[in-house]
């Protein structure tokens, strides 16, 4: 296994959607609709946000500078237009519409989105997802601690003006701000802080819907109509309830009852679901992977991490035990995510498989790895969102690896995906099962995850040929489109 892929095991995953039970929620905008969730959100701060169901609830509460279109085209959101930047690609200035509003009814302004950006890259905030700003000026600097949060290129030139000032062009910046970049109401962020977000009563929406009843903790929550939001002539339902529910067999159940009119399956649900028209399914830019704590002697060892890799079948993983429309992984990159800018071809496809399922190779491999530790046995503990998909994973990579690798024992601890987030950041694991969804078609997304500079690289494994590809790919200006693909093939192989 190589560089990269010292990560583990990947899968492409699959999002199920049982949309739309009866025609009369359609039809009636006085009534609620009702939905599920399949994990608690971890905040409602878009600039900390990190995990995949906080951004499914901001998503229904704010609205950034752009957003997309039922197409998924980039289109203007609380700006006025989608802008040309200038300065060779490096300077985007934009003009705030006049009636975007919060819910209150202050006008959002452009120090809304700079309170935000700024929270979002300030070193305090530990926030996961900060290096999708990395592009913006000063932003290693700030990161580093050598420069304050004060000097990040983002300026409200006036009330309704904002400018980005990058260090280096970022073609993907306008995917950024439409799907993960989103303003912060600057007096209620100077009054709760980074208690920011932590409910519905310390944060403020002016997007479609504002969120009612939710603690940071509980099981449901509301969206409800923003009469405010600029564009609420089109918002056709005025409330939607939400309810966590971990179980597909549960959501199934309460789809089937009329008690829900979207929820998501999995598994085996989906496969008995398989003729019903009112299921929909679609693969997305989504990856599961293992990540090993580089810091812990065992997991540290370069050998036991390939042994990991051998013992799982993707195939058989994805088509026998998911049996949800997964694909399996052939790298890091999941299909469609990128496509070569002078033939046109997928990068994954391109790239060819790159990890293979061999389990005498895994024994060997771990036996080696056994002596060079000095050690006849070893207990891990795998860690996992308690969620089905995750469970079941974890079981047949638990049942492969004690298969395949005599004297370890692998223990499953299983908890809410927000707390698996957080001991993954305090890199307190042996083995993460963990997963990431990217906002932009572009390979770097997912490379950046190995990264010793990135903030989301959990494992802290750090390698100085692979940070300087990753700085390579990062010099846009020194760089072409084709040059740069090149030297995120050489990344992930």
């Known amino acids: 296994m190589k560089k990269l892929l010292g990560l583990g095991f990947g899968l492409l995953a699959v999002v199920a959607l049982a949309g739309c039970g009866t025609t009369e929620a359609h039809s009636s905008a006085d009534k609620a609709l009702n939905v599920t969730m399949v994990g608690n959100p971890a905040t409602a701060d878009p ?36 802008v040309k930047p200038t300065v060779g690609g490096t300077v985007y200035t934009f003009k705030i519409k006049k009636n975007a509003k919060w819910q209150n009814g202050d006008p959002v302004t452009a120090q809304d989105f700079v309170t935000s950006m700024d929270w979002q890259v300030n070193p305090q905030s530990k926030s996961q997802v900060a290096n999708k700003l ?60 980074s208690k920011y977000g932590t409910s519905s009563e310390k944060t403020m929406s002016e997007g479609a819907y504002k969120l009612v009843n939710w ?25 939607i309830n939400v309810q966590v529910v971990k179980d597909p067999g549960t959501s199934s159940n309460l789809f089937k009852s009329g008690k829900v009119q979207e929820t998501t399956l999995s598994g085996q649900y989906i ?38 890799s051998y013992v799982v079948d993707r195939n058989a993983l994805t088509k026998n035990v998911l049996q949800d429309g997964s694909a399996a992984a052939k790298s890091l990159i999941p299909s469609g995510d990128g496509n070569d800018p002078k033939t046109g071809e997928d990068f994954s496809k391109e790239v060819g498989n790159l990890v293979s399922y061999d389990p005498s190779k895994a024994t060997k491999l771990w036996n080696e790895a056994k002596k060079e530790l000095g050690i006849k046995k070893a207990s891990l503990e795998l860690l ?26 692998l223990t499953i601890k299983s908890m809410p995906l927000a707390q698996q987030i957080a001991k993954g950041a305090a ?25 010793g500079t990135s903030s989301v690289n959990f494992t802290k494994w750090n390698n100085a040929h692979f940070t300087d590809l990753m700085n390579e790919v990062s010099d846009t200006a020194s760089h072409t489109t084709e040059q740069r693909w090149t030297l995120m093939k050489e990344a992930d192989t």
Do not use: C
């Open 47 to 82: 600039a900390i946000s990190g995990d995949s169901n906080s951004s499914s609830m901001i998503g229904q509460t704010e609205e950034g500078l752009y957003t997309l279109n039922a197409s998924g085209k980039v289109v203007a959101g609380v700006a006025e237009k989608v």
């Open 134 to 193: 990395q592009y913006v000026k000063n932003y290693a600097a700030i990161q580093s601690g050598k420069k304050d949060p004060s000097t990040f290129g983002v300026k409200a030139l006036d009330k309704s003006t904002l400018q980005i000032t990058l260090s280096k062009p970022q073609p993907w910046l306008p995917d950024i701000l439409a799907t993960a970049v989103y303003p912060i109401k600057t007096d209620l962020f100077k009054k709760y802080g």
């Open 215 to 239: 603690s940071g903790a509980n099981d449901s929550w509301s969206y409800v109509k923003n009469d405010h939001y600029w564009n609420a002539k089109n918002v056709k339902i005025k409330k």
């Open 271 to 308: 496969k008995q679901n398989a003729n019903n028209p009112e299921l929909t399914t679609t693969l997305n830019s989504s990856m599961r992977f293992l990540e090993f704590n580089d810091k812990r002697t065992v997991t540290h060892n370069t050998k036991v991490r390939q042994a990991f």
């Open 384 to 409: 996992t969102a308690d969620t089905d998909e995750q469970k079941h994973t974890a079981q047949y990579l638990q049942q492969q690896a004690q298969k395949y690798m005599p004297g370890l024992t």
């Open 427 to 451: 890199e307190n694991f042996d083995i993460d099962l963990d997963g990431w969804t990217t906002d932009f078609r572009d390979p770097a997304d997912f490379l950046q995850m190995a990264d």
